[in-house]
C-alpha cells in the first residue's frame, strides 16, 4: 500500500500564469523596444518560425523524416528550442527571421575581426541554422579586410636546375655600401664571388664590369637578376650581341634571386669587417664550399690560388675535379636547405587568366585580374585597378570573391612595363606590347620615373 503525499493531493485547482518579473529576468533581452518590435514582426511573417511554434505547441513528429525539409536542422535542437513573446530562442540566444539575418551579419562584422571572433560572438547572442558558414563568406568577401590583410604564408621552395659546369649559370645583384656601388656576380656552380666597384649605377657601368668578369671566366648562359636596370635596352642588347639570357625575379620578390641575395650579404660583411677587398674575396675562393671538400677556386680553375698563407707547392698544381661527382654533392646539399625551408611552407593553387585577386602593395592589398601567366614559375602579369599592367610573384597575389572592373589605360602599361625576360634563343621577351591602332595615337606621357622630394613626402602633389 502507497501512501500519497501531501504535495500530489494538493494541487492547484486553478491553472496560475508564471511570475510576470521571473519571466522577464528569464528571458530578458539587451535590445531597444523599437528592435525587439521589429524582431517580433519578423518573427510572425517568417514561415519557418512559425511552423516551428507550432510544433513547440502541439508536440514534435517522432521521426525526423516526416518534418519539413527547411525545419531539419532544428530538429536535432528542438528540446533547447522556446518561444517568449512572438520570439523564438535557442537555449539564450535569438533564432533570427530570414529577412534579418543579412542586416545581423553585418552588425556583426561592422568592427571587421576576423572570422573565429565573430564566430565567437554570433555564439553568444543569435542563432540560426549555417550561420558559421554565413560569417566565413562575409568576412572573406570583405573588401576592408581584404584591403588589410596579413602577408601570404611562404610557398614550398622551387629549386633551378643545377648547371653541369662551372660558369653556366651565374647570379647578379647591385651592393650599396658606404656611399659606393658594386656589382656582385657568384657562379651558380662553384660559388665563385667576384665583387666589382662601379662608377655609377647606370647600364654602361654594368656592362662594362660583366665585359671584364666575361673574358675572365667565359661568357654565361644564363643571368639571375633584379629588375632595374638590368631589364634595361642596354642591358638587352649587350645579352644578345653575346650569346646569353638574362632572366628577372618578380618586383618586389628578392626571395626568386636568393643565391645573389645571399652573395650580397657576403660582400657586405667583407667590406664592412675587412681592410683589403681584394685580400678578403682571394680567401673566400680557397675556403670549401659547403656540402662538399672543394673551394670555389678548386670547382672553377681545378687549383688552390696562392695565398698570404703558407701552403704546398703541390696545392697550386691544376687537378682536374670530377664534374659529376661535384654535382651530386652540391644537389644534396641543396635538398637539405629545401626541405628545412618547406617545413613550414604552404602550397597555393596557381592563378588562371581573367582570374579576380588582390595584389600586395606594402601592408595593403589592392584590386587586380590576372592576364597572363609568365613562363617563370609563381609569375604573373596582373591589370591593377587604375588600368596599369605589372608582373607580380603569386607570394604577392590572393584570390578575391569580388568583380574587379578594371580601366583601360594602354599609355599607362607601356610606361609601367616590369621584368621582361628575355630569351635569346627565340628572340622572344615575356613582357606585353601595348596594342594601339596605327593612326590617331593620343600624346604620349614619358617613360621616366619621377619620384617627389622627400621634403614633400606628407603632402599629395598635384601631377598634370
Known amino acids: 500500500m502507497y501512501i500519497a503525499d501531501l504535495l500530489s493531493r494538493n494541487y492547484l485547482q486553478e491553472p496560475r500564469q508564471d511570475d510576470k ?36 505547441i502541439q508536440g514534435w513528429p517522432s521521426d525526423v523524416s516526416k518534418v519539413p525539409i527547411e525545419l531539419k536542422p532544428y530538429f536535432q535542437i528542438r528540446n533547447d528550442l522556446h ?83 662551372p660558369f653556366e649559370k651565374i647570379a647578379s645583384d647591385i651592393l650599396d655600401y658606404g656611399g659606393q656601388s658594386y656589382l656582385v656576380i657568384i657562379d651558380y656552380y662553384s660559388k665563385w664571388l667576384e665583387i666589382i666597384k ?72 667583407m667590406l664592412r669587417k675587412c681592410e683589403d677587398l681584394d685580400l678578403a674575396l682571394l680567401e673566400y675562393r680557397n675556403i670549401p664550399v659547403t656540402g662538399t671538400d672543394k673551394s670555389p677556386a678548386q670547382l672553377l680553375t681545378g687549383r688552390f690560388l696562392r695565398t698570404k698563407l703558407p701552403s704546398a707547392n703541390h696545392m697550386s698544381i691544376p687537378n682536374p675535379v670530377n664534374f ?21 611552407a604552404m602550397k597555393r593553387r596557381e592563378f588562371q587568366e581573367k582570374d579576380n585577386v588582390v595584389v600586395q602593395h606594402g601592408k595593403t592589398w589592392e584590386p587586380a585580374v590576372i592576364t597572363r601567366k609568365l613562363e617563370t614559375p609563381r609569375s604573373y602579369i596582373v591589370q591593377q585597378n587604375n588600368g596599369r599592367y605589372v608582373r607580380r610573384n603569386s607570394s604577392h597575389i590572393r584570390p578575391s570573391r569580388g568583380h574587379h572592373d578594371m580601366k583601360q589605360d594602354f599609355l599607362d602599361f607601356e610606361q ?19 596594342v594601339h591602332n596605327s593612326t590617331n595615337f593620343a600624346p604620349r606621357r614619358s617613360n621616366r620615373v619621377t619620384k617627389p622630394p622627400t621634403k614633400f613626402i606628407d603632402y599629395e602633389l598635384k601631377r598634370n
Request: with cysteine; glycine share 4%.
Open 21 to 56: 518579473f521571473i519571466t522577464e529576468v528569464v528571458h530578458s533581452i539587451n535590445m531597444t523596444q523599437e528592435k525587439k518590435t521589429e524582431f517580433q514582426e519578423e518573427s510572425r511573417q517568417d514561415s519557418e518560425i512559425q511552423k516551428i511554434m507550432f510544433y513547440l
Open 198 to 269: 662601379l662608377e655609377r649605377k647606370t647600364s654602361q657601368s654594368i656592362i662594362r664590369a660583366m665585359k671584364t668578369v666575361f673574358s675572365c671566366h667565359g661568357i654565361p648562359k644564363e643571368v639571375y637578376t633584379d629588375n632595374m636596370p638590368y631589364n634595361s635596352q642596354e642591358c638587352r642588347d649587350f645579352s644578345r650581341k653575346w650569346n646569353f639570357q638574362f632572366v628577372t625575379s618578380s618586383p618586389h620578390y628578392p626571395k626568386s634571386n636568393g643565391l645573389a641575395e645571399r652573395a650580397v650579404g657576403i660582400a657586405k660583411n
Open 324 to 344: 659529376e661527382e661535384e654535382k651530386k654533392k652540391l644537389e644534396g646539399q641543396r635538398e637539405i636547405y629545401r626541405n628545412y625551408y618547406d617545413r613550414h
Open 83 to 165: 518561444s517568449f513573446d512572438d520570439l523564438l530562442f535557442y537555449n539564450d540566444r535569438v533564432i533570427v527571421p530570414k529577412s534579418l539575418r543579412s542586416k545581423m551579419l553585418q552588425f556583426l562584422h561592422e568592427v571587421h575581426f576576423g572570422i573565429t571572433k565573430t564566430q565567437q560572438r554570433a555564439k553568444q547572442i543569435l542563432f540560426w541554422p549555417g550561420l558559421n558558414g554565413d560569417i566565413e563568406n562575409v568576412v572573406k568577401e570583405c573588401p576592408v579586410c581584404e584591403k588589410y590583410q596579413r602577408s601570404n604564408v611562404k610557398e614550398p621552395m622551387i629549386l633551378r636546375k643545377f648547371p653541369k659546369l
Open 416 to 434: 609601367h612595363q616590369e621584368n621582361p625576360v628575355q630569351t635569346n634563343n627565340n628572340n622572344k621577351q615575356t613582357n606585353i606590347q601595348p
